[in-house]
């Protein structure tokens, strides 16, 4: 009875070491992980940021890279911190590894899309068709873009929605942020009002909004756009600074509502005419 005591209380002391021993070195593995994390997006955000002074990187350009290098980084480190832990328990990785690729080529039929992703994702890196902060339409979303991964895109809508946009569904990509934006206000007048008249009212606030800092060229009147049904378009275009031509239209548009009720000239809208038609009763 000793001697089984003792050996369980042998096995019991082993066990405990051994405990300790697994717990310390998962600790230090975790705590260099985190350690590493932090030193790594330190280094990366500080060369990025020491080549775009140099090479004179866009900033957009330079966020995309960012990210992009970083979660590329963060998934290296969990790969690492995984085969550590496995070393911590003696678990060769070996054959791990080849289960895991018999299992891939099971499943290989299945991650085509994944695939797909990734190089859809890479394409639109290195052509730098969409950049974060970017404003695109693209597979039904318009928004800003908050990040390009490998895998998937994030666009967020301007309600505030984040939307995830894997990369193989994006067919076709609308970039609103690249070069100057047209500004276009189109106005509607009666039949009645003096077409040549309201030209030089618009002109008069085309030459206003001409010293506006917003805007890069014009804006101009063009001439009459449209004959409708029941009124006549005008349209006035300028080019902005890029994301500026919302801003601008919103206030020209304000400033023409405000010129044309001085001058006394009408914008349309729309009439309803009701008529009633009285049915005598029959004689008796």
């Known amino acids: 009875m ?29 705590i260099g992980y985190f350690v590493l994390r932090a030193v790594g997006k330190k280094l990366i955000s500080t060369s990025l940021n020491k080549a775009s002074s140099k090479q004179r990187i866009s900033t ?10 970083i979660n590329t980084y963060g998934y290296t480190l969990i ?15 070996g054959p791990l590894i080849a289960g895991a690729g018999i299992i891939g080529l099971a499943i290989g039929f299945g991650a ?15 052509e730098r068709q969409i950049e974060v902060g970017d404003v ?35 067919n076709g990509i609308s970039n609103h942020s690249r070069g100057n934006m047209r500004a276009m206000v189109d106005i509607g007048i009666s039949y009645e009002d003096d077409i040549d008249h309201a030209l030089r009212v618009l002109q008069e606030i085309c030459d206003t909004f001409q010293h506006d800092e917003r805007f890069r060229q014009g804006p101009d009147v063009i001439g009459v756009e449209e004959l409708g ?28 509502k405000e010129a044309f009720d001085r001058e ?21």
């Not at 500026?244 to 023409?256: C, L």
């Open 60 to 69: 957009s350009r330079m966020i995309t890279l960012e990210k992009l290098l």
């Open 229 to 256: 049904a029941s009124e006549i378009t005008l349209r006035i275009i300028g080019h902005t600074a890029n994301m500026e031509q919302y801003g601008a239209e919103r206030d020209m548009k304000k400033a023409i």
């Open 264 to 284: 006394g000239i009408e914008i349309p809208y729309p009439h309803q005419v009701f008529l009633q038609r009285k049915v005598e009763s029959a004689k008796q």
């Open 136 to 170: 695109i339409t693209t597979s039904g979303y318009n928004g800003v873009v908050e990040e390009v991964g490998l895998r998937t895109t994030q666009v967020r809508s301007f309600d505030g929605t984040l939307n995830f946009i894997p990369n193989r569904n994006i």
């Open 112 to 126: 085509q899309g994944l695939v797909s992703d990734i190089v859809t994702g890479f394409f639109i890196l290195l």
């Open 2 to 30: 000793n001697f089984l005591t003792d050996g369980l209380q042998f096995n019991y002391d082993g066990l405990i070491e051994k405990s300790v021993s697994i717990g310390l070195q998962l600790l230090l593995i975790v």
């Open 79 to 93: 790969f690492l911190l995984i085969v550590m832990i496995f070393g911590v328990f003696d678990i060769q990785i």
